[in-house]
Every structure is written in structure tokens, then in C-alpha cells.
């Protein structure tokens, strides 16, 4: 396939808006879309290469591997190894085995898959995963297995029932994207059937530069068409943002751009001036070691970070993944990919299969050790079922239908995680013996409305306890609920919100015996969404967190008086935090009283 250095330069356009995105510039909102561009990217250059190989009569399914790994598994193996030894270095437990399971998928190309279980792309969490930007990896690597097969199949198609058969499949694939991204959105955005019909286009503008648009049709129009392709990747770079739903018919407007770039961005064009320039076809060149360098340097300057860091510091970590990744590029892909490569095939599958197998055993270490929590804490109470999630998730033992206790204070806690935390409060700090607790996180918000499990509960319960942290729909009825609960002679509280600042990594690098009583600043997200509830809930049924426990100028504990961590998520309880908090938010309050003022735990663990 003859060289075009302005696809290069279409790959400087997708990369840098990735990662000014990722470093948290707002001017780059809709640099996401880069990713886009990049499935179009591949599936041109992919389906080129093959159709011509098909033609040659040379196409081997083990030439193609091979090329892919040379291409891919080296600068990745890099960025993983120096990945872990960091994480490794700087993560807490819980981090560190979110960052095993990553790294464990990563090896398996199958990040997307993961991250469509565990998280959203857009939550705070995101900013602190080495690896997360590997799920476009995933993507194309499925897409990978699929493709050749597909092609060795169909060899004796002609290039039309080819297109018609792209075209139909990524007509199908669009469809499921768009109506996903409204039901499902993560899966949507994760998965390869949501993600086909990009790399599609390209395979259609690969098929279509062959027969449809030979070099004399539409040329008077080459101008004006990649120049408007130039204006729709730009356009949606700088105005999207994350109210628009990705994947889905507005990615059209990039992708479509992209592709009137490749067809029209001929030599002497307004876009081919552009992206054929030097300094778009140096970054172009190293745009795959830049991509995925890029979001490693930014995870890891959030990690040591006690703050969000500035945006000089990012901006400067910008302009070290370039050269970051030229030094990868020229040492790291080069030596693998340049003809004469001393690395024979063998070496390059030997060498795929071990290192992959390397990093799976280290990211199952890591995902069974729970991040090993003896790197990081001395106190070996921490390896027990005190840390999230198992330590969250006990609740669910309450999960129950119905009480079954008489004569004891009847407490039912609806909510979601937070909901699971105010229990684990309760148990720690208080003599449950005279106390049966029901928790649900399907119990209805309003008690006017209450209908089959949630009625029988109701009336079985002394205390209603709604716990989720938040603004949900259920505080839109306190102000009902609080009647109706005591006309009923029932007593009713709402929990205030908490969360325990930007990043806890930093506790990692702080010896033993200078963790006693540390403190991050609240998040402002997070305080004035507190604010609002504390203000739209009667004060006689809110039991407040920050009230009781912030210490000066809005400064949220994170250790307590034994240097001991309270959170393992910055939202989330350890067992150290559900006795911290339950001690200052519970004791001596309406809440207290309402239970029959049952005995306290006072036992210092």
C-alpha cells in the first residue's frame, strides 16, 4: 500500500484532542471522538492491506498476526511493566486490585469487556486506572480475530457484495449503537458490536477507493469535501461534550469527516497542506506509543497528588507523552517493525504468549491478594473482611423479606452502597442485640405510594432510615414522608452525604507512623450536594456526616486517631471508618434515641 503521510497527520488530529481530553482541558471536551477516528483509521488501513494482499494472492491469517503483534505488543508490554511497578508502588489495596483485574484484561484484550462490568467511563475513579485507556485496544483486536477470518471466507466476493456486506453490518451495528446508548449506555460504549460500523466505514472507504472513487470521479470536488471532513472532525473535537451519547448517530458527523479526509484529502487540498505537514506526520508516526502513554502519566500524577493536580502540571505531562513516545517509537516499535528485524516469528509469538502470561499471573496476584494490603499497612486487621467491597456487601445478609424478631426496635435502611455503610455503622458501634436490622434497595421513596413488599415492610418497621448519599428520589418526598411517618408513630431519618476528598494514594507513601488523623479537603461536588440535601430535608430527621466530623476550613478525616485508613474508595467505609463515623455521627442523637438507646461498643479495635 503506497504511503499517504496525511493519514498520518489524521492520526495527530485524533490523538492530541484524546489527550488534552484526558488531561481535563475543557477546550478539548469532545477529544473522546479521537478514538473514533482511529477505529476508522484502522479498519481503511486493515481492510487496504488484506484487499491487496487477497489480490496478490499472498494473504496468510499468520503474516497478519504477526504484524499485529510486532505493531502492538511491544511499546504495550512497556507501558505495562512500568505501569505495575508504579501501582505496585503508589496504589492502595483497593486500587491496586482494580488495577490487577485491568491488567489481566489488558493482556487478554479484553479491558472493554471489563470496564463494562466495573465502572463508568465518565465517574472520578476513571482518572486513577492506568489501563483504562486500553479498552479501545480490546476493541480493535476483536475486531481483528473477526476480520481476516471474514476476508478468507469471502476472497472470491467481488468488492460490490463485499460493500454490500460491510455496508449491511455496519448499518445493523450503528442501529444497536444508538439504541443502546440509550438503554445501555456502557455497554454500548464498550462493546464491539456498538463499535463495528467505525471500523466498517473505514473497511467501506477501503473497498470503495477501488471501484467507486477512481481518481478522475468527483475530483473537481476534492476541495471543498475534505475540507468539510476537516470542519466535522474539528467541529465535533471542540463542541461535543459528555451530554452527547457515544456511541450513537452523532458520531457520524467525526467519523463521516474522517472518512472525507481519507477519500478527498488529495495533494494540493487544503487538508492534505495540513495534515501532510511535518509536525502533524512526526505526531501521526508516534501517535499509537503517545496514546498509550498518555493516560499512565496523567493516572499516576493524579495518584501522588493529594489535590487535583494544576492544569501547568498537565499541560506539561501533554508535552511529556510526546516525547515519551517518540523515545518508545524509536527504541521500543521500531526495532520490532523494520524490515530485517532481528526478531523472527517465533521469538515475537514466543515472546506474546509469555509476556501476556506473565501479566495475567500478576494480575490475578493482584485480584486475589486484594491489592496486598500488607505493602501498605502494618496492621494486619486490615487484611481481614474489613475493607470494601466484601466488608460493603455484608449487608445484603438483611436482605430479607419481612422481620422476623418481636420485641425489639425494628430499623429498615434503604439505600444503595451508602445505605450498606450507615449499617455497618450501626454494627460496629452499637450492641444490635435488642436490634433487627432489614435492608433493602428497592424500598419505595415515597411512603405514599407504598404497594406490596415495601408496604408490609413499612408496617412492620419502627425506623425508616433512607441512606444513598445524594439527591435521589426519595428526598423529593421528605417532606410527606416525615407526616406520614409520624402519624403512623414511626420515626424517620435521612442521612447526610459523605465523601472523603480527591485521592487517598497518597496515604501509600506516608509512613506508619505519620498517618494519624490526615485529612484531604472535601470535594465541592460533593459538599454542595450535601449542602442541597441538608437544605431540602427537615433538620429534625437528617443526621448530618460533615457537621460531626469535618475539621477546619471543610477538611474531611481519612485517618483515624491510630493512623488507620477510613475509606478505601474516598466514598466507601472500611471497618475502621464504620466505627470512626458511627461514633460521631450516631451517638447522642435523635437517631440513637429512636432505637431505645441500645448499649455502645467501646472496644479500640
Keep these: 500500500m503506497k504511503y499517504r503521510p496525511e493519514i498520518d497527520g489524521l492520526r495527530a488530529l485524533a490523538v492530541l484532542p484524546v ?5 481535563g482541558f475543557g477546550a478539548f471536551k469532545g477529544g473522546y471522538v479521537g478514538v473514533d477516528i482511529f477505529f476508522v483509521i484502522s479498519g481503511f488501513l486493515i481492510t487496504s492491506i488484506l484487499l491487496e494482499e487477497n489480490l496478490q494472492a499472498s494473504f496468510s491469517v499468520v503474516r497478519f498476526y504477526e504484524r499485529r503483534a510486532r505493531r502492538i505488543l511491544p511499546a504495550l508490554f512497556l507501558v505495562m511493566a512500568v505501569s505495575s511497578g508504579l501501582a505496585w508502588w503508589s496504589m492502595l489495596p483497593d486500587e491496586l486490585e482494580n488495577f490487577g483485574q485491568s491488567l489481566f484484561a489488558t493482556s487478554a484484550f479484553a479491558n472493554n469487556v471489563l470496564l463494562m462490568f466495573t465502572a463508568g467511563y465518565w ?8 489501563l483504562l ?3 479501545s485496544l480490546g476493541v480493535e483486536e476483536q ?11 469471502c476472497r472470491r466476493w467481488s468488492m460490490g457484495a463485499l460493500a454490500a456486506m460491510f455496508g449491511s453490518i455496519a448499518v445493523l451495528s450503528l442501529a444497536a449503537a444508538e439504541w443502546l446508548s440509550l438503554t445501555r449506555s456502557t455497554m454500548a460504549f464498550y462493546l464491539l458490536p456498538t463499535r463495528a460500523w467505525e471500523l466498517l466505514f473505514g473497511s467501506l472507504v477501503a473497498v470503495g477507493s477501488k471501484e467507486v472513487w477512481g481518481a478522475s470521479l468527483l475530483a473537481g470536488a476534492r476541495e471543498p469535501l475534505s ?5 466535522m472532525v474539528l467541529g465535533a473535537i471542540f463542541s461535543f461534550g459528555e451530554s452527547i451519547r457515544s456511541p450513537s448517530l452523532w458520531l457520524l458527523v467525526p467519523t463521516v469527516g474522517a472518512v472525507l479526509i481519507i477519500l478527498f484529502a488529495y495533494p494540493g487540498t487544503f487538508a492534505h497542506r495540513v495534515l501532510a505537514s511535518k509536525i502533524a506526520v512526526a505526531v501521526g508516526l508516534v501517535s499509537y506509543s503517545a496514546y498509550l502513554w498518555h493516560q499512565p502519566l496523567f493516572a499516576f500524577a493524579r495518584i501522588l497528588s493529594h489535590e487535583k493536580p494544576s492544569d501547568a502540571l498537565m499541560f506539561g505531562l501533554c508535552f511529556a507523552t510526546i516525547a515519551l513516545a517518540y523515545v518508545s517509537w524509536r527504541w521500543v516499535e521500531q526495532p520490532f517493525r523494520r524490515s530485517g528485524s532481528p526478531f523472527g516469528r517465533r521469538f515475537i509469538f514466543t ?4 509476556g501476556s502470561l506473565a501479566f495475567s499471573a500478576f494480575g490475578l496476584f493482584l485480584h486475589f491478594g486484594k491489592g496486598i494490603p500488607e505493602r501498605v499497612f502494618a496492621d494486619s486487621s486490615v487484611t481481614r473482611a474489613g475493607m470494601y467491597i466484601g466488608y460493603n456487601e455484608r449487608a445484603f445478609e438483611r436482605k430479607v423479606e419481612y422481620f422476623q424478631r418481636e420485641g425489639v426496635s425494628r430499623v429498615l435502611v434503604h439505600g444503595n452502597s451508602y445505605a450498606r455503610d450507615f449499617l455497618n455503622m450501626n454494627l460496629e458501634v452499637f450492641d444490635t442485640g435488642s436490634i433487627e436490622f432489614v435492608y433493602r434497595d428497592d424500598f419505595a421513596p415515597c411512603l405514599d405510594k407504598l404497594e406490596g413488599r415495601s408496604a408490609r415492610l413499612y408496617e412492620q418497621a419502627d425506623v425508616i432510615v433512607y441512606a444513598s448519599g445524594g439527591m435521589g428520589p426519595e428526598v423529593a418526598c421528605a417532606q410527606r414522608n416525615a407526616a406520614i411517618a409520624n402519624a403512623a408513630g414511626k420515626r424517620i431519618f435521612y442521612l447526610g452525604g459523605k465523601h472523603f476528598g480527591y485521592n487517598l494514594n497518597w496515604l501509600a507513601r506516608v509512613p506508619q507512623a505519620e498517618r494519624v488523623l490526615q485529612t484531604n479537603a472535601v470535594v465541592p461536588a460533593a459538599w454542595d450536594e450535601a449542602s442541597q440535601l441538608r437544605a431540602t430535608v427537615p433538620q429534625e430527621i437528617f443526621l448530618p456526616i460533615y457537621e460531626r466530623v469535618i475539621v477546619q476550613d471543610r477538611r474531611m478525616p481519612i485517618t483515624d486517631e491510630m493512623g488507620r485508613i477510613l475509606s478505601p474508595d474516598r466514598v466507601h467505609l472500611t471497618r475502621d471508618g464504620a466505627v470512626y463515623l458511627g461514633r460521631r455521627v450516631l ?12 448499649g455502645r461498643k467501646q472496644t479500640m479495635r
Design 143 to 153: 475486531f481483528y480475530i473477526v476480520f481476516p477470518l471474514l476476508l478468507v471466507a
Design 19 to 23: 489527550i488534552f481530553s484526558h488531561a
Design 227 to 231: 475540507f468539510v471532513g476537516l470542519i
Design 123 to 130: 465517574s472520578l475513579a476513571s482518572d486513577f486506572k492506568p
Design 133 to 135: 485507556h486500553t479498552w
Design 587 to 598: 451517638w447522642d442523637t435523635a437517631y440513637e434515641e429512636s432505637i431505645g438507646r441500645p
Design 351 to 354: 515472546g506474546a504468549f509469555l
